[in-house]
């Protein structure tokens, strides 16, 4: 960050909301851009230099879950979703596509102001380079400045969070990772006790990998404890 306030961009399409926000996060020494619609929103993003952006799904123009898609292709800035959607779909669609968070409405601004904080504190992880660059294992590839993975010779597309979270699995290769570890390490603090993200989220990249939960060839469960990495990187 250059700034000396974090720069907030809100994109939230209700006035009264954004005033709040705005009037708010002020008094605890943000910066804030405000946007009405996606269109805007994504002109702004494009044009300021923030640190952070807050995201209502429920925009007049555009739904706000293919709005996440587009700034994540951009930049890896946090994106926290302010949304009163609350089912669990909705809150695992929007991690897929790339938020760092989802708080529901209504909303305390204390808590908001307390994920922001964190999700800032977490910043310098998006501007370290990753210790390694690249893992290769028998059948399988990631490489993390291109955000990519081959298994046996396919390309797999993963969404940011899968991709996050097979890169913390494989960095780790052979080690058993605790639930609330992998939780704070891949989502944040605030919700390392939400496992079932993360029995999802584990779901997903075994299908993706084509690896079975019975008989685990990449990613071994220990039920109510962690996950473990099977694979062992290829020897130079």
């Not at 404890?225 to 062992?232: H, K, M, T, V």
Request: aromatic share 8%; with cysteine; net charge negative.
């Amino acid at each position: 960050m250059t700034q000396t306030k974090p720069v907030v961009l809100l994109i939230e399409d209700e006035a009264r909301i954004r005033a709040f926000i705005r009037i708010s996060l002020q008094a605890e020494g943000f910066s804030v851009v405000e946007a009405g619609n996606a269109q805007l929103g994504r002109e702004l993003f494009s044009e300021i230099d923030c640190d952070i952006v807050i995201l209502d799904l429920g925009l007049p123009d555009q739904d706000g879950q293919e709005l996440i898609v587009e700034l994540r292709r951009q930049e890896s800035l946090p994106i926290l979703v302010l949304s009163a959607r609350d089912d669990e779909e909705e809150k695992i669609r929007a991690f897929d596509a790339g938020a760092n968070d989802y708080l529901t409405k209504p909303f305390g601004i204390r808590e908001l102001v307390a994920r922001l904080k964190v999700l800032i504190r977490d910043l310098a992880k998006y501007d370290t380079p990753a210790p390694q660059q690249r893992l290769a294992f028998d059948g399988l590839t990631i490489d993390y400045p291109q955000h990519t993975v081959v298994h046996n010779d396919a390309v797999v597309k993963l969404s940011p969070k899968e991709f996050e979270l097979l890169w913390l699995l494989a960095s780790n290769y052979q080690k058993l990772l605790l639930q609330k570890d992998i939780l704070t390490s891949v989502w944040g603090v605030q919700h390392r006790q939400d496992t079932h993200y993360l029995r999802i989220f584990i779901s997903q990249l075994r299908r993706k990998l084509n690896d079975s939960s019975r008989d685990p060839g990449i990613i071994e469960t220990l039920p109510g404890i962690g996950y473990r990495f099977l694979l062992a990187p290829k020897q130079k």
